[in-house]
């Protein structure tokens, strides 16, 4: 488990990588072994997806799966790398704020030093409540916790589509004020909005990249601190087992598999 010296370290080095100079980039993991693969990929830090997580627990996205097994799954991740590690906690794996900021300390004892927390349909208010109750959390506990707050207007298309904008710049403001370190804007990749929120929101910016989504650099250039994969790697590990069964059992051919990663390099990121 890390120390408390270890924490505040680790958690300052993640703030540092927020930088749309060279964006972070998160191939979100969702267990240990995608972890250590992620890790041994060179990346700077690693993410988790509350979709992959839950997915891998047998449970269904969107604040669902138990508390305790989240954290569980938390430090065992933290325990395996040795970059900082943020975590998705959906909206806060609580019914109110206290829960919360019990969530938080719960993260913290884990070993992760950066938390995702989703707005979701919840009242701006609330949610900023919920921040505010991170954010002191962590300041008990002595770490200054990345929080990113993400934000869901665009992503499950609240309001009319010429206000969302607006209102996403309106909540960024005011999750801030609340304690939030960072804004996470999932569902917009259009270069002129992206660039309109990154003007817009003082604090490192978030998007949510996929399949013809801009690059890295180019989301840098529009002032874009942090690209993430979200729950898009366990979508395509889960398709790869799609494929592969549907493969062997229509044709009894196996070239689904032809890319794999080799059975003894998986094998020897898990030891030691």
């Known amino acids: 488990?890390?120390?408390?010296?270890?924490?505040?370290?680790?958690?300052?080095?993640?703030?540092?990588?927020?930088?749309?100079?060279?964006?972070?980039?998160?191939?979100?993991?969702?267990?240990v072994a995608s972890a250590r693969?992620?890790?041994?990929?060179?990346?700077?830090?690693?993410?988790?997806?509350?979709a992959g997580v839950a997915w891998s627990l047998g449970a269904p996205d969107g604040d669902?799966?138990?508390?305790?097994?989240?954290?569980?799954?938390?430090?065992?991740?933290?325990?395996?790398?040795s970059v900082p590690v943020t975590a998705d906690i959906e909206g806060g794996f609580g019914a109110d704020a206290d829960a919360v900021g019990e969530t938080v300390t719960g993260v913290l004892a884990a070993g992760a030093v950066?938390?995702?927390?989703?707005?979701?349909?919840?009242?701006?208010?609330?949610?900023?409540?919920?921040?505010?109750a991170a954010r002191a959390a962590a300041d008990a506990a002595g770490v200054s916790l990345y929080v990113n707050a993400r934000i869901d207007t665009f992503l499950?298309?609240?309001?009319?589509?010429?206000?969302?904008?607006?209102?996403?710049?309106?909540?960024?403001?005011?999750?801030?004020?609340?304690g939030a370190t960072g804004i996470f804007v999932p569902g917009v990749v259009d270069p002129a909005t992206v660039a309109e929120l990154a003007r817009g929101i003082d604090a490192p910016?978030?998007?949510?990249?996929?399949?013809?989504?801009?690059?890295?650099?180019?989301?840098?250039?529009l002032?874009?601190?942090?690209?993430?994969?979200?729950?898009?790697?366990?979508?395509?590990?889960?398709a790869l087992v799609r494929r592969a069964t549907e493969e062997l059992l229509s044709g009894g051919t196996y070239g689904a598999l032809a890319d794999s990663l080799p059975y003894g390099e998986l094998n020897g990121l898990l030891k030691g």
């Open 114 to 132: 950066g938390i995702n927390i989703e707005d979701a349909t919840r009242a701006p208010a609330e949610f900023a409540e919920r921040l505010a």
């Open 205 to 221: 910016l978030n998007v949510l990249a996929g399949p013809a989504a801009p690059s890295v650099a180019e989301f840098g250039a």
């Open 64 to 81: 669902a799966l138990a508390r305790d097994r989240a954290l569980d799954l938390i430090a065992r991740v933290a325990g395996a790398v």
């Open 1 to 31: 488990m890390s120390t408390h010296l270890d924490l505040a370290a680790r958690a300052t080095a993640f703030t540092a990588l927020h930088t749309p100079t060279t964006p972070l980039a998160l191939a979100n993991a969702w267990d």
């Open 223 to 238: 002032g874009v601190s942090r690209v993430s994969l979200g729950s898009w790697v366990a979508e395509a590990a889960y």
């Open 156 to 178: 499950f298309g609240l309001g009319a589509p010429e206000t969302r904008l607006d209102e996403t710049l309106s909540r960024a403001a005011a999750y801030l004020k609340a």
């Open 37 to 50: 693969v992620v890790e041994a990929a060179g990346a700077a830090a690693v993410a988790t997806t509350s």
